[in-house]
C-alpha cells in the first residue's frame, strides 16, 4: 500500500516539476524546488527507509522521462537523502525550526552545484529565488508537521 | 538502506534496471513514459497559467474599484470579455506569424511540435517536443516559434525530441549582425544572449535585426533570432559585444517548429 501512495506522490510532485516548476524557472522567475523539499520532509519528518524509497520513486520516475542517463535522478536524490540524515542525526537539532531550514538551505545548494556541474551552466537568478521560495515552502511544511500534527511535543516537550 | 540489506532483490532489480536502462532497447520504454506524463503536466502547467492570470485579474479589479465604485461592476464585466478576447487575439496573431513565417520561408519544411515537458531542473534550460525521429526529426536541427529561432534539438529518440534553448550556455549560435556585413557567435549565460567578439570598427546599433548565419551549415540563414538591445564596449578591448534581446517570451510558448 505505501508504494502505491509513494508511486502516485511521485508522478505528482514529477508532473508539477516537469511542468508549472521547470517553465517558471525557465521563464527566469523561479519557483519552489518540490523534489528538494520532498526529500527534505521525508527525512526531517519521517522514515528514512521510506525517504530512501521515495528518492528511489521519484528519481526513477524523472529518469524515464528525463534524456539524461538513466539513473542520474535516482543517484541525486539518494545522496541528498544520504546527506540529509547524515546532517539530521550527527549535527542538527530535530525541533529546531532554524535548523532544519537551515538543512533545506544546504541541500537547495548542494543540489544546484551537482546541478550546475552536469548543466555546465548556473540560472543564479532563478536559483536565488528558487533558494527564497523553497525555504518559505519548508517553513510552512515545518508548520503543518510540527505544529498541526503535534510532533513538537513528541521531540522531548520542546516548543518553537 | 537496512531495508535493501535485508532485501536485496530490491537493490539488485532497480541496479538491473539502471544498467538495462544504458541500452538503446530501452529508449522506447522512456519514449512512453514522456508521452504519458505529458497529459498531466500540461494540465497543471495550465491550472498554473489559469490561477496566475485569475490573479492578475483581481488586481486590476481592485485598481479600477479605487477610481470608480459605480463602474466597477460594468468593468469587471468588460475587462473580463476583454481578456478573453485579447487571450482569443494574441493566439490568432502567434498563429498568424507563424502561418505567416512558414509563407514566407517555403523553403524551409517546417513541423509543427507541441512541448510535453520542461527539464526537470531549468538549470538544464531544456524542453521536451512530441516529435522523434519518426517524423523527421534530427539532431541539430532548428526550432522556432513566431518566426524566431529559439533553439536546436540536441537529443533525439523515436516519438520525442530535447531542444536547447539559445540561453543555453553550451549552445553556440552562428549569426549575422548590421544588416549580414558582420558575424559574430551567439551564446547564452547569465548575462542573456550574448554576441561577443565583434570588431570595434563594426556599426552595431541598439535595435539592430540579428539573424542566424549558414556558417558551418549548422542553421538555415537569415531566422531572425532577435534584436540588439546594449552594446557593451571597454576602451581597452579591441572587440565589444552585445547583448540580444528575443521578442519571445518561453512562458507564453506552448507549440513550436522544428526546421527540417
Given at each position: ?30 519557483a519552489p524546488n518540490l523534489v528538494v523539499i520532498t526529500i527534505w520532509a521525508f527525512v526531517w519528518f519521517g522514515n528514512i527507509q521510506i525517504a530512501y524509497r521515495w528518492a528511489i520513486?521519484?528519481g526513477l520516475t524523472l529518469d524515464f522521462v528525463s534524456f539524461l542517463p538513466f539513473g542520474f535522478w535516482a543517484a541525486i536524490l539518494v545522496l541528498l537523502t544520504y546527506l540529509t ?76 | ?12 532489480i532497480i541496479v538491473l534496471l539502471i544498467i538495462v536502462a544504458q541500452f538503446a532497447l530501452f529508449k522506447p520504454v522512456r519514449d512512453v513514459a514522456r508521452n504519458a506524463i505529458a ?222
Open positions: 500500500m505505501i508504494y502505491f501512495f509513494l508511486v502516485l506522490a511521485a508522478l505528482i510532485v514529477a508532473s508539477l516539476t516537469l511542468g508549472p516548476v521547470s517553465h517558471f524557472t525557465l521563464a527566469g522567475y523561479g520513486i521519484l540524515n547524515q546532517l539530521k542525526d550527527r549535527f542538527f537539532e530535530l525541533s529546531s525550526l532554524f535548523q532544519s531550514l537551515l538543512v533545506l538551505g544546504l541541500q537547495l545548494v548542494l543540489w544546484e552545484i551537482i546541478i550546475a556541474l552536469s548543466a555546465r551552466q548556473i540560472l543564479t537568478t532563478a536559483a536565488i529565488f528558487s533558494l527564497f521560495y523553497s525555504i518559505l515552502f519548508g517553513s510552512l511544511v515545518y508548520y503543518v508537521f510540527a505544529v498541526r500534527y503535534k510532533l513538537l511535543q513528541r521531540w522531548l516537550g520542546r516548543r518553537l | 538502506m537496512r531495508r535493501f540489506r535485508r532485501r536485496p532483490t530490491t537493490l539488485i497529459a498531466p503536466v500540461i494540465a497543471f502547467d495550465t491550472s498554473v497559467r489559469k490561477v496566475r492570470t485569475f490573479f492578475s485579474l483581481i488586481g486590476s479589479i481592485t485598481e479600477l474599484s479605487k477610481e470608480n465604485a459605480d463602474l466597477k461592476q460594468q468593468n469587471n464585466e468588460l475587462r473580463a470579455q476583454l481578456s478573453n478576447l485579447s487571450a482569443l487575439k494574441n493566439e490568432n496573431e502567434l498563429l498568424k506569424k507563424d502561418l505567416g513565417f512558414s509563407k514566407t520561408r517555403s523553403d524551409l519544411t517546417l513541423l509543427p511540435a507541441t512541448i510535453l515537458n520542461y527539464s526537470p531542473a531549468g538549470t538544464f534550460q531544456a524542453l521536451t517536443l512530441n516529435r522523434g525521429t519518426k517524423d523527421g526529426v534530427a539532431l541539430e536541427q532548428a526550432v522556432v516559434s513566431n518566426g524566431y529561432l529559439i533553439g536546436k534539438i540536441k537529443k533525439v529518440s523515436e516519438s520525442t525530441s530535447e531542444v536547447w534553448l539559445l540561453s543555453n550556455r553550451n549552445l553556440l549560435t552562428p549569426v549575422l549582425l548590421t544588416e549580414g556585413k558582420t558575424s559574430g557567435i551567439l551564446k547564452g549565460g547569465i548575462r542573456g544572449l550574448v554576441v561577443d567578439t565583434i570588431p570595434v570598427d563594426a556599426a552595431v546599433k541598439v535595435g539592430d535585426l540579428v539573424v542566424t548565419s549558414s556558417m558551418e551549415g549548422l542553421y538555415p540563414a537569415g531566422i531572425a533570432v532577435g534584436t540588439i538591445e546594449e552594446v557593451i564596449s571597454t576602451k581597452e578591448e579591441i572587440f565589444v559585444s552585445a547583448r540580444i534581446a528575443s521578442p519571445i517570451n518561453i512562458r507564453n510558448i506552448q507549440t513550436v517548429f522544428v526546421i527540417k
